[in-house]
């Protein structure tokens, strides 16, 4: 069974910053692209940024030169750094990975986890 486990977030001030990871474990026999989205209340998951398993990267306008995403394949890993947070980066933010299982190539999901900007 395959599982996303994310770590990090919590409180920060504007302007402020934070970082969130996670972590794939299982029967992994590849992955492929990772990334993070996020929920904010009352407003649909949108795209944060996403990595390929080569490094290329890609970003939401709204986080362009403020979020970087990065990976570590060896570890199964993606990390985001967020700095110059602001009070609209609030959301439940997600971790996302294309996994290759003994069976099958699946779309997989972290359980999420608060990232609140306010002073």
């Known amino acids: 069974q395959v599982q996303l486990v994310e770590s990090g977030g919590g409180l920060v001030q504007p302007g402020g910053s934070l970082s969130v990871s996670c972590a794939a474990s299982?029967?992994?026999?590849?992955?492929?692209?990772m990334g993070w989205y996020r929920q904010a209340p009352g407003k649909q998951r949108e795209l944060v940024a996403t990595i390929t398993n080569g490094g290329s990267t890609n970003y939401a306008d709204s986080v362009k030169g403020r979020f970087t995403i990065s990976r570590d394949n060896a570890k199964k890993s993606v990390y985001l750094q967020m700095s110059s947070l602001k009070p609209e980066d609030t959301a439940v933010y997600y971790c996302n990975a294309q996994i290759r299982t003994l069976m099958q190539w699946g779309d997989y999901w972290g359980q999420g986890t608060q990232v609140t900007v306010s002073s």
């Open positions: 299982g029967r992994i026999y590849a992955i492929n692209d």
